[in-house]
């Protein structure tokens, strides 16, 4: 496997941290400009939706081949090369003048988000021992993802208001170039080994096909329905894909996913709660920002100030579960971190269409928040806890795939029950029921997480990943006999 000394392991820190922050920040930042960049560039209102959509497309169908490429071609190379593509689409965004300008441009940002996000987890991997140094990087890197995410709608609301929307897709240009110097003052180049396995093209072309057919299938269900056919199709050939890409990596001499990874409970329980977590909490997202805009009238820079309690809160929660995590097992963060959260999401479907912001929104926000920040952080160190350092990248992109699919399946699931609930009423009392059905489920989701937490995840931390065997990329990367 490739080989690299540990650098200075708080520039690396600090250098991931800088990155994942740009990535988090871009899958929301855009969503408060959306109306300005509408009238600006002449964007029809079906294709609007896609300045949003075709950024979690990019990212989700490419995670996995990232993720595998990181371990195959050095991760200092995936992550800068992932952080200049995200950089120069950023440019090319900020100086769009046509739709198709910047659609473009936020594909291209997903794509180097693809590359870039599993080697930030697979750099700290590698540069952090297992144990309590590592998972200390880790709540760093979960606090900092979800901070981007939430400040997001702040900073988009900020700058669309004050700066120009155009600002929304430049202010990636200081963060991106903040990250690559601190790669150049203290992140070591991996050694190329002497033989080095090509890249599963098959299994690439299988698994991004068929993840991102299911996440075109499943976002456009808000122009075509459930029902609708093309929907259908898409579904069912995704599906296709997926099976396909299973037995073909079942088979594959050195397969994109190595699919023994599955069986530690660790690995698979981590990618099925990331997956109804991350969908309880981007609907959640979604139902509070409209309901303070569309209920309370709340312009957009004040919802997304309304929004900081919560980022506060769940620092404040990953702090705590850092700690926590350290010194037991993330299981044991977890649990009650997922039940609170679940608790938040419960308040705040008691919204009312004559409430207010204190009584409405701010406990809800600071409860959901601790209970969020208590969830995340232990999430990404199940997920690669026993993992092997050359395949840290695949269990990156394997998680963040996870985290991706569940985003966009809830928020689409939830946003189609709450229309469902809404019909065609658009007065402030209809659109508040649909909301708090959504809100509601959106908690339910977080229950389920709970379950799995308490149902797939090890009590202790002995259980490991299957062994690969000795014939495989490591043996042979090294130049060990089999």
């Known amino acids: 496997m490739y080989k690299n000394s540990r650098g200075r392991p708080g520039v690396v820190l600090a250098a991931v941290a800088v990155a994942q922050f740009a990535v988090a920040l871009d899958s929301s930042v855009v969503n408060v400009a959306l109306p300005v960049i509408r009238t600006a560039l002449g964007f029809a209102p079906l294709d609007l939706s896609w300045v949003v959509h075709v950024y979690a497309l990019t990212l989700g ?27 120069l689409c950023s440019l090319a965004g900020g100086l769009a003048q046509a739709p198709w300008q910047l659609i473009a441009a936020r594909a ?14 697979a750099m700290l991997t590698t540069t952090f021992p297992e144990g309590p140094q590592r998972v200390r990087a880790l709540g760093v890197w979960s606090g900092v993802n979800a901070a981007g995410g939430a400040l997001g709608v702040l900073a988009g609301g900020l700058l669309t208001q004050y700066a120009g929307w155009r600002w929304v897709m430049l202010i990636n240009l200081p963060i991106v170039a903040v990250a690559l110097a601190l790669v150049r003052a203290g992140v070591p180049a991996e050694v190329r080994p002497a033989r080095r396995e090509r890249l599963d093209v098959l299994g690439a072309i299988l698994a991004t096909g068929g ?26 050939a995704a599906a296709m894909l997926l099976a396909a890409f299973g037995v073909t990596e079942s088979r594959a001499p050195a397969p994109l996913l190595r699919l023994g990874l599955l069986r530690s409970r660790w690995v698979a329980g981590a990618n099925v709660l990331v997956f109804f977590s991350t969908a309880g909490q981007f609907a959640a997202f979604y139902f509070v920002s409209l309901y303070m805009q569309q209920v309370l009238g709340m312009g957009a820079a004040a919802t997304g100030a309304a929004f900081l309690p919560f980022s506060v809160s769940l620092i404040a929660g990953t702090l705590v579960a850092t700690r926590v995590t350290a010194a037991r097992t993330p299981r044991t963060s977890l649990v009650p971190g997922a039940l609170l959260a679940a608790a938040g999401l419960a308040w705040f479907a008691c919204i009312s269409p004559d409430g207010d912001f204190l009584t409405d929104v701010l406990g809800p926000c600071i409860i959901t928040g601790l209970g969020v920040g208590l969830v995340i952080a232990p999430i990404v160190a199940a997920a690669i806890t026993g993992v092997a350092p050359h395949e840290a990248g695949l269990a990156s992109g394997l998680m963040n795939s996870s985290r991706q699919l569940g985003g966009c399946i809830g928020l689409a699931a939830l946003a189609t029950v709450a229309a469902h609930r809404t019909g065609t009423a658009t007065d402030p009392a209809a659109l508040n029921d649909g909301y708090a059905l959504g809100l509601a ?11 799995v937490a308490i149902g797939v995840l090890p009590r202790c931390q002995a259980e490991t990943p299957a062994p690969q065997p000795a014939t495989t990329t490591e043996n042979r990367l090294e130049g060990t006999p089999s």
């Open 61 to 87: 169908g490419f995670l996995l081949l990232g993720g595998r490429a990181c371990d195959l071609y050095g991760r200092r190379r995936l992550f800068v090369l992932g952080l200049a593509v995200f950089g």
């Open 108 to 121: 291209g940002q997903g794509l180097g988000a693809a590359a870039a996000t599993p080697a930030t987890l």
């Open 211 to 236: 993840v991102g057919l299911l996440v075109i299938g499943v976002v456009r269900t808000d122009a075509q329905g459930w029902d609708s056919p093309a929907t259908w199709t898409m579904l069912v």
């Open 441 to 451: 489920i959106a908690a339910a989701l977080f229950v389920l997480a709970a379950v």
